[in-house]
């Protein structure tokens, strides 16, 4: 039997809240987060963090919410494994987003991806995640791995390891504060569970 990589989202922060496009700010844990994140520490959902390798992305969010559950332990950052910056649409509405033309053909399905004006490209943000993930992969040969990490990164990497099991990588995404338990046998990802 192998070892199990666990991908946990933050909790709650004003942009989840207010159903907002944002990554690359650095948003801090609302309280409805910090009770999220504690009730589901409460009914047992999250891994041990005993012998594993613990990891954030290093952002706010992340740090907050690997406190939340952990405590004050050790931990190490991937810095490619931060949420995607959305450019010119960080902390915007859908609505917002909407009365930029490319971005709305986007939103209704009429193109397969967006690369941010003044943020990130899809290629871009795909690369540094999968560099992000072979980091998580290497080290789950050895141990547990568990990353406290972001909704884009963690439906990505689900994306990457079962590819074709949903129809757009985006129905990956975890609620916040919940995410995936991984199966490993060697390197390679065999089966997966929800968390949270």
Same mark, same amino acid.
């Given at each position: ?5 666990? =991908? ?8 989840? *809240? ?9 948003? +801090? =844990? ?6 999220? @994140?504690? &009730? ?30 952990? $405590? ?13 910056? @959305? $450019? ?13 033309? %490319? ?6 399905? %009429? ?6 004006? %003044?943020?990130?490209?899809?290629? $871009?943000? *795909?690369?540094?995640? &999968?560099? $992000? ?14 990353? @406290? ?24 995404? +975890? ?6 338990? *991984? ?5 390679? +990802?065999?089966?997966?569970?929800? *968390?949270?």
């Amino acid at each position: 039997m192998g070892n199990t990589l666990y =991908l946990i989202r933050h909790g709650d922060t004003e942009g989840t *809240i207010k159903d907002l496009f944002y990554g690359s700010t650095d948003l +801090p =844990l609302v309280d409805q987060g910090v009770q999220q @994140v504690k &009730a589901l520490r409460g009914h047992g959902v999250y891994p041990s963090p005993d012998g594993a390798k613990l990891y954030t992305s290093g952002m706010l969010r992340t740090e907050q919410t690997f406190e939340l559950i952990f $405590g004050d332990r050790s931990h190490d950052t991937i810095p490619d494994l931060k949420e995607i910056g @959305v $450019g010119i649409f960080e902390m915007k509405t859908i609505d917002e987003i909407r009365e930029n033309a %490319e971005a709305r053909a986007w939103l209704d399905g %009429e193109k397969p991806y967006m690369d941010f004006p %003044e943020g990130e490209t899809n290629d $871009g943000f *795909i690369e540094r995640v &999968a560099r $992000g993930l072979d980091m998580l992969k290497s080290d789950v040969v050895r141990s547990d791995v568990i990353g @406290v990490l972001h909704g884009a990164v963690i439906f990505t990497c689900m994306a990457m390891m079962f590819p074709g099991v949903k129809d757009k990588p985006w129905q990956w995404t +975890p609620n916040p504060a919940g995410g995936y338990a *991984i199966a490993f046998e060697n390197d390679t +990802p065999v089966k997966y569970r929800k *968390i949270g």
